[in-house]
Each structure stands twice: as structure tokens, then as C-alpha cells.
């Protein structure tokens, strides 16, 4: 019998692949409006997990600074995005400064919140700057950058998921995450060659293979990396999944949490050593 979780896993993904898809391959102001309404549920979920109120001057100043840094930096202004990061920690700094609670107290909110607004509000954009402004498919290369990135990472969790349950032997992460293995992270490469494979053969056929390997493996690492960084996070504050926003699948933070790390390290591979052309107005 098919669990009513994975029930909701399969219809959710029917319905939000080809609608990540599209959003993708449209780019423009849409996709811009995705990756924002993605880091303005993300940073809520952070900051509600951190047990802050909504309408607490701690919660609403990294909210409104995280979703400043994204803008600002997506469209290309990456010195405003900087200043909105900047702002937060400097607001906060002195809230927490004049505060009467025990001096620990104030400073592990600090870090917590800092540590947050920097981790959404400095990665997030970089799903948007993989992808460029270019319009549907033929000027918009980078499209089928931001598709391969998604499907590596897809498969790259499946095969992990499946080398983990049959022959994980050893833990990877005992302490953050007792349920991965070592095996499970090396059999996530295999998904994320075989996306390689996939999408050299179809899709980006004048990449050379050198160039699949090496992303393949960047993407593969810290890819998995980012899962274990966001499970850091959950385990800290003692709660199993960011939220509930998405049926079967958690929240925003569980389900991007790889592209977190991935994106930014694909977005400086495709600039400085592939050189990509829609990527040089960029100035990060």
C-alpha cells in the first residue's frame, strides 16, 4: 500500500516540476517573483524556527533586509544587496545591545539571526543570476543551466537515498544527521554523473566533458554539503522539518536546501571558467 505521505510527495511533484519548469524557461520578472516568494517563506521558516515573533523588530528587520539583499542583488545591484545585509546586522546589533536579557542570550540571538539573513539572503539570488535575464528558449542559455542544476540535484538526492538504505554501513554525520551515510553520499555522485549524461547528450551538446565532470562534482559536494548545513540548523533548534508548507515535502529550506550551496558555486564556474556570456554584465 502507497503511504499517504508518499501520496502527497507524488502529487505535489506532478503539479510543481512542470511549474518550476515553466517559470524557468520564462525567466523575467516571474521567475524573479518565484525566487523572492521562495526566500520570503525560507527566511520565515528560519525565523520562526528560531521561535521569533512575527511582529518583533528581530523578525521583521532580517525579513526586510533578506528580501532587500535577493532584489537587489538578482537585478544586478549587488552593492544595495550588500547594504541591506549590512543593515541588518547593524540594526540588530544595537537591539540586542541595549537589551536586558542574560549577555549570552543576546548574543546566540544575534548569530542566529545574522547567521541566517546571510544564508538566504546571499545565496538565494544566485538561482536567479544562474538563469540571466534572456527570454524563453533559444536567448535564454542559461535556462537549461538552472533545468541541469535541478535535475543533478533531484537525482543526485534520489541515488543517495537509494545507495543509503542499501548499503549504508558507515555514518556520514552522526551528530547533525544520523540517517546519512558515507555510502549514501558517495552514491549520490551516480545521480548527479547520470544528470551529466543526460543532459550532454540532449540538451548542452557543445559543453565539453571535462566541463560535466567538474560541475557534476562541485554540484555533488556541496550540494550535499548545503542538506547537512540546513539539517544543522533543524537539529539545533529541535524541530524535524523547516515547515509543512509543502505536503509531504516540508518547507522551502528542506526542499532547496542543496540548491543553496549549489547555485553559487555553478554561478561562478559557468562565469570564470566557462566564461558565459550571458553571466559577464554580472559584476559579482
Known amino acids: ?74 537585478t544586478g545591484s549587488a552593492v544595495y544587496g550588500g547594504i541591506c545585509l549590512l543593515g541588518v546586522f547593524i540594526l540588530t546589533g544595537i537591539l540586542l545591545a541595549i537589551g536586558t536579557e542574560p549577555i549570552d542570550a543576546l548574543f546566540n540571538r544575534m548569530v542566529y539571526i545574522i547567521w541566517g539573513s546571510f544564508y538566504i539572503g546571499l545565496l538565494f539570488p544566485f538561482v536567479y543570476l544562474v538563469r540571466g535575464e534572456g527570454q524563453w528558449l533559444s536567448a535564454a542559455a542559461g535556462s537549461w543551466w538552472v533545468f ?38 558517495v552514491g549520490g555522485f551516480v545521480g548527479v554523473f547520470l544528470a551529466a549524461a543526460l543532459f550532454k547528450t540532449f540538451w548542452l551538446q557543445d559543453v565539453a566533458y571535462w566541463h560535466f565532470i567538474a560541475i557534476g562534482t562541485l554540484i555533488g559536494l556541496f550540494g550535499q554539503l548545503g542538506d547537512l548545513v540546513e539539517s544543522l540548523w533543524k537539529r539545533s533548534q529541535g524541530i524535524k522539518d523547516s515547515s509543512a508548507i509543502i505536503p509531504g515535502h516540508g ?15 555553478m554561478y561562478l564556474y559557468l562565469k570564470y571558467v566557462l566564461q558565459a556570456s550571458w553571466l559577464q554584465s554580472y559584476s559579482i
Open 1 to 74: 500500500m502507497i503511504s499517504k505521505n508518499l501520496t502527497q510527495r507524488i502529487s505535489v511533484a506532478v503539479v510543481a516540476i512542470p511549474a518550476i519548469l515553466f517559470l524557468i524557461f520564462r525567466g523575467g520578472d516571474l521567475f524573479l517573483y518565484f525566487i523572492l516568494l521562495l526566500a520570503a517563506v525560507g527566511i520565515y521558516e528560519y525565523l520562526h524556527g528560531g521561535k521569533l515573533a512575527l511582529t518583533s523588530p528581530f523578525f521583521l528587520i532580517p525579513f526586510a533586509g533578506v528580501l532587500g539583499a535577493v532584489y537587489f542583488t538578482a
Open 251 to 265: 518547507g522551502v529550506l528542506d526542499r532547496f536546501d542543496s540548491l543553496l550551496f549549489a547555485a553559487p558555486v
Open 148 to 185: 541541469y542544476l535541478l535535475g543533478s540535484l533531484w537525482l543526485c538526492d534520489t541515488a543517495a537515498l537509494f545507495f543509503g538504505r542499501q548499503f549504508g554501513r558507515h555514518k556520514l554525520a552522526p551528530t547533525v544527521s544520523p540517517n546519512k551515510t558515507v555510502e549514501g553520499f
